[in-house]
């Protein structure tokens, strides 16, 4: 499987998902939407688990370009959009669930929470989330009361080993800690 | 593309209030056969915003689709049949999608929507 874009998830990932699955069903069966889907393997993880429909959306075209081709090497079928998530217009909650590993906005401050936004308007069902923890009780809170949600849980803390991006980073690789949730949109 | 996701997207330019639903223009469509399932089929149905997937499909030449729909045809299996070609089995590979409202053509290529905004779009 071919790998690109930025931001490479530990590959437990779609095992946890998969755990999730088990528990609550927001995958088999279902539309799924993955927001900024870079190489796919969120969306093909769902492919994989079972949902029926699943929206690959990326703005970056050569991303799209190689989540294509790595859903073919799987005989997956996912369908592709390009399009930036922050002027995504839907008509409503017409997916049942948003599954994403969100730029955390190292270099474009909120970008995590915009994604956010706009997952729980199109979800009617479950939005699954990657956030930096130390951003924890911000995420609860501004889910909560700004973002639609009906409920908000971690299921799980993850490490994410990040290669040196800047100078700054003295260590050659920084380790941190990463929040899986699993948020619940209110009914429209 | 698939008509499921056409169903989804609308026009996303700011001040735009009639976006939806975008008009298909078809350089070139394939039909490719998805495994049939109804309770999928059953499920979406009220997700789905009839009279654009009726144009969409009939822009690909499918003219099958009832005018109107109601859950009650649900009960039909040849009903079923036709709603899940034009949902999930014809895909516009190359062409635009057009906004009702401005007339922006948003390309279609391998598949692929690209509804990526100009900076004085946003
Ligand atoms: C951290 S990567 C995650 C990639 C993939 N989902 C994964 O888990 O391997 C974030 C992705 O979001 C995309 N992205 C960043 N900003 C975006 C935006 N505003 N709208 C849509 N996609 C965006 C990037 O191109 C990149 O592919």
Redesign the interface.
């Given at each position: 499987m071919a790998v690109g874009g930025t931001g490479t998830i530990p590959n437990r990932i779609p095992h946890r998902i998969s755990n999730a699955e088990n528990s609550f069903g927001d995958v088999s069966?279902k539309?799924v939407a993955d927001f900024g889907c870079g190489c796919g393997t969120l969306g093909l993880a769902s492919a994989l688990l079972g949902a029926?429909?699943v929206?690959g959306i990326d703005?970056d075209?050569q991303s799209?370009e190689i989540a294509?081709i790595n859903a073919e090497d799987l005989e997956l079928?996912i369908?592709?959009?390009?399009?930036?998530i922050n002027?995504?217009?839907?008509?409503g909650q017409?997916?049942d669930t948003v599954i994403m590993n969100p730029p955390f906005g190292t270099r474009k401050k909120g970008a995590d929470m915009n994604f956010l936004s706009v997952a729980l308007k199109v979800a009617s069902q479950a939005v699954y989330s990657l956030h930096k923890t130390t951003t924890r009780e911000h995420i609860k809170k501004t889910a909560l009361r700004d973002f639609n949600a009906k409920s908000a849980e971690v299921i799980c803390e993850l490490r994410f080993d990040v290669p040196q991006l800047y100078k700054f980073h003295k260590k050659k690789e920084v380790d941190i800690a990463v929040d899986l949730w699993r948020f619940v949109p209110l009914k429209e | 593309?698939?008509l499921?996701?056409h169903?989804?997207?609308?026009?996303?330019i700011k001040g735009v209030t009639n976006?939806?639903p975008l008009r298909l223009e078809v350089e070139k469509f394939v039909e490719k056969e998805?495994e049939f399932?109804s309770?999928?089929l059953k499920n979406?149905f009220v997700?789905i915003?009839w009279k654009a997937l009726v144009n969409a499909a009939r822009s690909m030449g499918y003219e099958e689709l009832p005018e109107e729909a109601d859950s009650s045809m649900l009960d039909s299996d040849e009903f079923l049949k036709k709603f899940h070609h034009a949902l999930?089995e014809l895909h516009l590979e190359e062409g635009a999608l057009i906004c009702p409202e401005t007339g922006r053509r948003f390309p279609v290529n391998?598949?692929?929507?690209?509804?990526?905004?100009h900076e004085d779009e946003?």
């Amino acid at each position: 499987m071919a790998v690109g874009g930025t931001g490479t998830i530990p590959n437990r990932i779609p095992h946890r998902i998969s755990n999730a699955e088990n528990s609550f069903g927001d995958v088999s069966g279902k539309v799924v939407a993955d927001f900024g889907c870079g190489c796919g393997t969120l969306g093909l993880a769902s492919a994989l688990l079972g949902a029926e429909y699943v929206i690959g959306i990326d703005v970056d075209s050569q991303s799209l370009e190689i989540a294509s081709i790595n859903a073919e090497d799987l005989e997956l079928d996912i369908n592709l959009v390009q399009c930036d998530i922050n002027n995504l217009q839907w008509r409503g909650q017409t997916v049942d669930t948003v599954i994403m590993n969100p730029p955390f906005g190292t270099r474009k401050k909120g970008a995590d929470m915009n994604f956010l936004s706009v997952a729980l308007k199109v979800a009617s069902q479950a939005v699954y989330s990657l956030h930096k923890t130390t951003t924890r009780e911000h995420i609860k809170k501004t889910a909560l009361r700004d973002f639609n949600a009906k409920s908000a849980e971690v299921i799980c803390e993850l490490r994410f080993d990040v290669p040196q991006l800047y100078k700054f980073h003295k260590k050659k690789e920084v380790d941190i800690a990463v929040d899986l949730w699993r948020f619940v949109p209110l009914k429209e | 593309m698939r008509l499921l996701t056409h169903n989804m997207l609308s026009c996303n330019i700011k001040g735009v209030t009639n976006g939806f639903p975008l008009r298909l223009e078809v350089e070139k469509f394939v039909e490719k056969e998805v495994e049939f399932n109804s309770d999928f089929l059953k499920n979406m149905f009220v997700k789905i915003e009839w009279k654009a997937l009726v144009n969409a499909a009939r822009s690909m030449g499918y003219e099958e689709l009832p005018e109107e729909a109601d859950s009650s045809m649900l009960d039909s299996d040849e009903f079923l049949k036709k709603f899940h070609h034009a949902l999930l089995e014809l895909h516009l590979e190359e062409g635009a999608l057009i906004c009702p409202e401005t007339g922006r053509r948003f390309p279609v290529n391998k598949g692929i929507p690209n509804m990526l905004l100009h900076e004085d779009e946003v």
